[in-house]
Each structure stands twice: as C-alpha cells, then as structure tokens.
C-alpha cells in the first residue's frame, strides 16, 4: 500500500489489580505484521510518516481536556478508515500510558468466548511491541483462553498498532479478540479487565459499524442508493448514541432489533460492561463518523461505516464537529508567503530523519514529526522535491555527484508528509540508482525544494534559465527538472529543453512542436549551505 486503501461462563473474580510490566519475558513467539504492504504501509519511516499525517489531518480535537480511558476505533485499510481512526489517536502523546488493552472481533475463526495470546510480542515495520508479562496469566480462565489459529491472520488488533507506536511511543500490549459471547461472559470478563485499571492503561476496541450491501447479505433498506445513505447514517447514529450513554442492555436491544451488522458487537458490549466498572462517569466524545461510499471515486454496491469515538472519566466533555466526510487537503494558495529559513532547515532535517528511521532503524522520524507544529496552514498541499548529491569526491569523479532525486510536482500532500516520502523515493525507489544503503548515508548531503504551483506558458521564451523550473508533456510522456538543474548543467533554454524532452523518452527536439509547457519556482534549501 502506498502511503495514503474494510463473537457463558459466570467466573468469580476477585485478587489485586495487575501490575504493569513494560517489558516482555525474554525467548518466545513473536507475531510477525500480517498487513504491513497491503492494509498500512510496509516501510517503518512511511508508516511512520503516514500514521501522523493520518492523526492531522481531519481530527477535529488536537488534545483533550483529559485522557481518554477508552477508545472506539475502526480496522479497515488505512486507504479506507485511516483518517477515521486518526482522530482518535491523535488524542494520545508519548507516556500518557505503559498499557494498552486492544480488543477487536475475530473475523477468521469461530469461537466460544475471549482469545488471548501468549506471545513475547507483536511486530509491525515500526519496531516490536511487547506483551505484558504477567496479564496472561490473570486473564486465562473460564470465558478466556489460547486461540492460536484466530490471532494469526487477524487485523483487528494489529491494525491500530502502528497508530498507537507512534502517539505512545514505548508500551505494553494485551491483544484480545471476542468470539461468540453472551452477556453473562462479557460481564465476567468485563470484571477481570477491570483490574487491569490504574490509570496508566489504555483499552481500546475496535470495531466497523455497520457493513451493508449484497456482499454482507445486510440490506434492509434496500440496494445501496443515495436515498438509502441517510437511512444508514441514522441507523448508525442510533448505535453511536447507545455507546455515548453507555447503555449495554439498550444496545443489545438495539441490535437484536436491527441487526446491525457491526462486527466487533461483542467486544463493543464488552466496553459498556467494562466503563462502569472503572469510569462510572465516563461520557463520550465522537470524533469521527463516516462510511466508504462516502470516499471520492470509490464505486461499490457495499458499504462499511466508521466511527471513532474517546470516552472520558469525568465530564465535563467539549464540544467536538465531528468528522462526518473523508478530510479534504487544501493545495497553499498562489499567494502563499516564502519559508523562512528556518522552516527550510525544518525540513531539510525532517528528510533526514526520515532516511535514518528507514535505513539506520532510529526513531528520528517520530520525534521530528512530534515535534511539528500544527495548524491549519501545516496541513495545505505543496509541491517538493528532494535531491540527494554524494559528497565523497573520489565518487563524485566516478560515479557522477547526483544519487537520486524524485518528488511530488504537483500539490499531493503537506510539506512534512511530502518532504518524508520524496526523500525515501529519492533514496529507494529513482530508477536510475541502485537503493541507498545505510552504510552511505554519511556521504550524502540532502536537498530540499519547495515548488510554487505551476503555470502554463505559451512559449518557452518565457522560460528563465535559473529561476523557473519546467514541466515537458506531449503525447501521454512527461518530464521535469528543477529550477536549479540548467545553471548546475551550463544550458541554455534550448539545450535543457532537447534534454527535458529526452528525459521524457522523446526525441530531443520533441519540444518544438506540439507539447505542452508549465514552469514553476523553487526554494531550495541545502543541508550544508
């Protein structure tokens, strides 16, 4: 996936409260990331990069007025419920918790109640997490036990991972999954969660909403149509609603009398047995609410709803606008003021960072994107580039100074989201270079350019040698270079548009006749001026 595409036993509990335990036993079984490349991305800096951009970009509440205790999230494909999620997670920041509780249905293996795992960790590309020493055991029992054929390929829980590695940082993970369950189970096991409680553990569950359409055989207000949307929406808001007040018999009226599809109904009953148990006050903020048709472009005669949802210990609860459409990045307008130097050495280092998270291992990246500031104005699309030019003379002599240089030409995404993945593209993925290996990264220098948005001429005499960039296009090719790349080269306008159009794989005097013409600006920003 490219950054940025969907269930009865009464036990008696009683003992201490669970301590915390950070770090797992050592030897064991790790679970290896069954999603990373399909469902999230697979390199550890572009999930990185795409798990923050994805908590920015359409969450409505930067920070609330106290941390949640619990969490209602989505585990479709980033592509489809990443922004949903986002708000949620966006939410958390480094050491607000050593503990995360994550429980999600079992969509690949059918089973009478809790399945746990035993595991030392779970792995995704952002680096291991360690299971909580000590929390199995207090768990197994009863409506609880080993699974191992349902944990293995399910998503649920391993797609709010790498959300959680890069809002938390360090912590430890008790992965849960509901099979078939009763009230009497949920209550049971509801009272042994409880005692996981203390303040510095997080719980998260995490559930679509409803799944309509002929290929979940749920399709009670007829074929999917824009008259049936509302019809939906409503339907859902009604289970949103019972969540808010948490309302465990008034939801499993609710969905003997509709049969909502939801596929995590159980672990979600579980939440509302579990929330008075701990948070008697807790209310909820919905923060996200949104469903895949509502996706730009997406055809489908299905549909899978969304939500994301924070519960609170104690009220009061702020006012939140819900997210109720995939967020809409704004390209920076034409007038849009120059950076600062300093916003280009911002970036100059956040390239870097991410090169060393990809190919060093380090989390350089999660602290520099941490560390961004927020606003709307981060969020606007612009075009970049990234450049990087070996240092080492002997190398330059014989293998040329350039070592690879790609970007987005057109506005895709914000700078800091941009800046990351050019970088990774122009170390990995130019196809004119072999991929960078670790081991040169000290002999590389970076270069960041930042594009204006372009223009279209009608003649390339209006093309100014050091001071526009150039975009070729004719007959479904195109090419481009850089502002600074026919001053570093000696051309004229002549000789950089016969290499332009060679570039593009056209005959070096396809420029005269028949393309089409567009120049733009660029800052540049050197890492070592």
């Not at 920070?63 to 708000?87: E, M």
């Not at 189970?185 to 303040?199: C, V």
């Not at 307008?333 to 060393?356: C, I, M, N, S, Y």
Request: net charge neutral.
């Amino acid at each position: 996936m490219k950054a940025i595409a969907g269930y009865a036993i009464a036990v008696a509990l009683a003992g201490a409260p669970v301590a915390i335990a950070p770090e797992a036993a050592s030897g064991g079984r790790v679970r290896p990331a069954a999603l990373a490349g399909s469902w999230y991305p697979e390199g550890r800096a572009s999930l990185v990069a795409a798990a923050e951009l994805l908590m920015r970009a359409g969450a409505p509440l930067d920070r609330a007025p106290q941390k949640p205790v619990a969490l209602v999230v989505p585990h479709a494909g980033w592509n489809y419920s990443g922004p949903v999620a986002g708000t949620a997670f966006r939410l958390l920041r480094p050491g607000d918790f050593d503990r995360v509780v994550v429980m999600g249905p079992s969509h690949h293996q059918a089973f009478r109640g809790y399945a746990i795992d035993d595991a030392r960790a779970y792995r995704t590309p952002v680096g291991e997490v360690p299971l909580c020493a000590g929390v199995f055991a207090s768990l197994q029992g009863g409506e609880a036990r080993p699974v191992p054929d349902a944990v293995g390929p399910e998503h649920s829980v391993e797609i709010e991972l790498p959300f959680l590695q890069v809002a938390l940082g360090r912590f430890c993970l008790v992965p849960i999954l509901a099979g078939e369950t009763d009230a009497d189970m949920e209550r049971a096991f509801a009272a042994r969660l409880s005692k996981l409680d203390d303040g510095r553990t997080l719980f998260v569950f995490s559930s679509d909403f409803s799944h309509y359409g002929p290929r979940f055989d749920y399709q009670p207000f007829g074929a999917l149509s824009p008259a049936v949307l509302p019809k939906i929406r409503a339907m859902n808001e009604r289970a949103v609603a019972l969540l808010a007040a948490v309302d465990a018999s008034g939801f499993r009226g609710y969905l003997q009398e509709t049969g909502n599809t939801i596929c995590g109904r159980r672990d979600l009953e579980t939440l509302l047995e579990l929330l008075p148990r701990i948070a008697p006050k807790a209310r909820a903020l919905t923060l996200a609410a949104y469903a895949s048709s509502d996706i730009p472009g997406l055809k489908d005669d299905s549909a899978v709803a969304y939500t994301a949802m924070a519960f609170l210990r104690e009220p009061p609860v702020p006012a939140v606008a819900t997210l109720t459409a995939p967020p809409r990045l704004e390209d920076a307008p034409p007038e849009t003021p120059a950076l600062t130097d300093e916003a280009g050495t911002r970036l100059v280092k956040l390239a870097r960072a991410a090169l060393d998270s990809e190919l060093r291992g380090t989390d350089d990246l999660q602290k520099a994107l941490a560390a961004w500031p927020a606003g709307r104005d981060q969020e606007r699309r612009q075009g970049v580039f990234v450049t990087l030019n070996r240092t080492d003379p002997q190398e330059i002599r014989t293998q040329g100074k350039l070592r690879g240089c790609i970007g987005q030409p057109e506005p895709t995404f914000p700078l800091y989201y941009g800046t990351a993945e050019a970088a990774l593209d122009a170390a990995l993925h130019d196809p004119r270079f072999e991929p960078v290996k670790a081991a040169e990264l000290p002999r590389l220098s970076l270069e960041v350019t930042v594009l204006s948005p372009r223009r279209p001429i009608a003649s390339y005499k209006e093309i100014k040698i050091g001071t526009h960039g150039v975009v070729l296009q004719k007959s479904g090719h195109a090419a481009l270079f850089l502002p600074q790349v026919a001053p570093e080269q000696g051309w004229n306008v002549e000789q950089m548009l016969e290499a332009l159009s060679e570039k593009a794989g056209l005959p070096k005097d396809a420029w005269r006749e028949g393309a089409t013409l567009s120049v733009f600006t660029g800052q540049v920003f050197p890492e070592h001026p």
